[in-house]
C-alpha cells in the first residue's frame, strides 16, 4: 500500500505569509493527488486535484505542484480564512490513502 | 444541488455491528463510485472502503477488511457501511463521499458525517 508522508504537522504563519505543504509518496504515484482543506467539526473541502488542476471554487491563491513522490501545496498570502488544517491524499488505482494533516494556525 | 447525508452511528459495545447509511441526491447516482472515510476525534483522515457504479467491486483499508462491507442501491440512491466486530479504535466520524465517476478527481462532495463511539 501507499503511504503518504505529510510535512509540516503543525505550522504557524501570519496573515499574508507564503505557505509550503508538502506531501511524499512511498513510491511514484504519477500526478495522482488531491490536497482538502478542512475546518473543525466540518467536512473537508476539495482545493487541488490532479495535483495542481484547482477545483471550480477554490481561491486562486492555492496552487499545488510536483509529480512523482514530491508534491507541494501553496498558498501564496495566507488570508484570515484560511487557517485550517490541510490534507493531501493519493488515488493511485483504488485505493484513496490521505496524508497525516498539516495544521496552519497563527 | 448534491447532497449526501449520512444515518446509523451511534453508541456500541465492542463486537458489536452498526450499518450506516449515506442517501445522495442532486446527481447520477448510479454513474459514480462511492467511498466512505472516516476521522476518529482529534486525529486526521482515513479512507475506509469504495464501491464501483454497479457493486461488482469493493475495496478497503487493511483494517477493516473482513469486518466492513460496502454496499450500494442504485434504487434507493444509498450507499451503506455494514460494520461487524466493532472495535475502540473504529471510533469515528464517518463521512460519506462522492468518488469517481471515469476517472478520480478528487472528493469532491462529502456529507456531514455521523459519529460511530465504540465502548462499553
Known amino acids: 500500500d501507499i503511504q503518504m508522508t505529510q510535512s509540516p504537522s503543525t505550522l504557524s504563519a501570519s496573515v499574508g505569509d507564503r505557505v509550503r505543504i508538502t506531501c511524499r509518496a512511498s513510491q511514484p504515484i504519477d500526478t495522482w493527488v488531491a490536497w482538502y482543506q478542512q475546518k473543525p467539526g466540518k467536512a473537508p473541502k476539495l482545493l487541488i486535484y490532479d495535483a495542481y488542476t484547482l477545483e471550480s471554487g477554490a481561491p486562486s491563491r492555492f496552487s499545488g505542484s510536483g509529480s512523482g513522490t514530491e508534491f507541494t501545496l501553496t498558498i501564496s498570502s495566507l488570508q484570515p480564512d484560511d487557517f485550517a488544517t490541510y490534507f493531501c491524499q493519493e488515488y493511485n488505482n483504488y485505493s484513496r490513502t490521505f496524508g497525516q494533516g498539516t495544521k496552519v494556525e497563527i | 444541488e448534491v447532497q449526501l447525508v449520512e444515518s446509523g452511528g451511534g453508541l456500541v459495545q465492542p463486537g458489536g455491528s452498526l450499518r450506516l447509511s449515506c442517501v445522495a441526491s442532486?446527481?447520477?447516482?448510479?454513474?459514480?463510485?462511492m467511498s466512505w472515510v472516516r476521522q476518529a476525534p482529534g486525529k486526521g483522515l482515513e479512507w475506509v472502503a469504495n464501491i464501483n457504479q454497479d457493486g461488482s467491486e469493493e475495496y478497503y483499508m487493511d483494517s477493516v477488511k473482513g469486518r466492513f462491507t460496502i454496499s450500494r442501491d442504485s434504487g434507493k440512491n444509498s450507499v451503506y457501511l455494514e460494520m461487524t466486530n466493532l472495535r475502540a479504535e473504529d471510533t469515528a466520524v464517518y463521512y460519506c463521499?462522492?468518488?469517481?465517476?471515469?476517472?478520480?478527481?478528487?472528493?469532491?462532495?462529502w456529507g456531514q458525517g455521523t459519529l460511530v463511539t465504540v465502548s462499553s
Open positions: 463521499a462522492r468518488d469517481e465517476r471515469v476517472v478520480f478527481l478528487g472528493f469532491d462532495y
Open positions: 442532486g446527481f447520477s447516482f448510479s454513474v459514480y463510485w
